[in-house]
T-cell receptor, first 115, second 117 residues
C-alpha cells in the first residue's frame, strides 16, 4: 500500500493567491482528516470527513478555507485568498473508520509558505 | 481547556537509558482511545502505540510501552533502552466520540526528545 499521498510537498505562493492542497487516502479507508501544524498552535484538526461527508469543520479557520471530498479516493483543501499567517505544514490523514484502535495514517504533509 | 497536556517541551536523555514522556488528558467520556505518535526531523507522523480506555493491560510495542493510569487520567509513554534514532518530537493524542458515532483525534503540544550519545 502506498500510504496517504499528499501533493505538492512544498508550495510557495504570494499573498492573495489561491492554493489547493491535494490528498489521496489509503484505499478502503472511510475517514479522512486535514490537520495544520504550526510552531505556535501545534497540530490542529481543520476538518474531518466520514464516507466523503464533512462531519466536523469547526476547526476551519475562516471562510477563506474550504475542503471537498468528491469521492473516496480524493480530497482537496483550498485557501483563497492566501495570507502569510496560513504558512504551515498541512497534513492529510486517513483511517479505516472502524474499531477504536485504528490509528490515523498520515501523509508526508504539504509545507505551505505564503509570502 | 486543554484536552491533552504534555508538560515537557523538551527532554535530554543519555543513550541506552529509559525515558518517560508525560501525557495527561481530560474527558468525561467513558470510551476513548489514547495514541502516541513520533515525528522525526523529516516531518512524517509515525504511529507508535495505542491504549483503549477499557484495556486493563498497559499497551506494549517493542521498546515502547504505555503507562496508563485511568484514575489519574494519564497515559505516559515509556521508551526503554533509548537509541539515537529516538530523537524526535513525540505527540500524545486522544480519540473521543463527538456525535452520531463519529470521533475526533486531538493532539497535545508535543515533547522534543533528544538522545545524547
Amino acid at each position: 500500500d502506498a500510504g496517504v499521498i499528499q501533493s505538492p510537498r512544498h508550495e510557495v505562493t504570494e499573498m492573495g493567491q489561491e492554493v489547493t492542497l491535494r490528498c489521496k487516502p489509503i484505499s478502503g479507508h472511510n475517514s479522512l482528516f486535514w490537520y495544520r501544524q504550526t510552531m505556535m498552535r501545534g497540530l490542529e484538526l481543520l476538518i474531518y470527513f466520514n464516507n466523503n461527508v464533512p462531519i466536523d469543520d469547526s476547526g476551519m479557520p475562516e471562510d477563506r478555507f474550504s475542503a471537498k471530498m468528491p469521492n473516496a479516493s480524493f480530497s482537496t483543501l483550498k485557501i483563497q485568498p492566501s495570507e502569510p499567517r496560513d504558512s504551515a505544514v498541512y497534513f492529510c490523514a486517513s483511517n479505516p473508520g472502524q474499531g477504536d484502535n485504528s490509528p490515523l495514517h498520515f501523509g508526508n504533509g504539504t509545507r505551505l509558505t505564503v509570502t | 481547556a486543554q484536552k491533552i497536556t504534555q508538560t515537557q517541551p523538551g527532554m535530554f536523555v543519555q543513550e541506552k537509558e529509559a525515558v518517560t514522556l508525560d501525557c495527561t488528558y481530560d474527558t468525561s467520556d467513558q470510551s476513548y482511545g489514547l495514541f502516541w505518535y513520533k515525528q522525526p526531523s523529516s516531518g512524517e507522523m509515525i504511529f507508535l502505540i495505542y491504549q483503549g480506555s477499557y484495556d486493563e493491560q498497559n499497551a506494549t510495542e517493542g521498546r515502547y510501552s504505555l503507562n496508563f493510569q485511568k484514575a489519574r487520567k494519564s497515559a505516559n509513554l515509556v521508551i526503554s533502552a533509548s537509541q539515537l534514532g529516538d530523537s524526535a518530537m513525540y505527540f500524545c493524542a486522544m480519540r473521543e466520540p463527538i456525535e452520531s458515532g463519529n470521533e475526533k483525534l486531538t493532539f497535545g503540544t508535543g515533547t522534543r526528545l533528544t538522545i545524547i550519545p
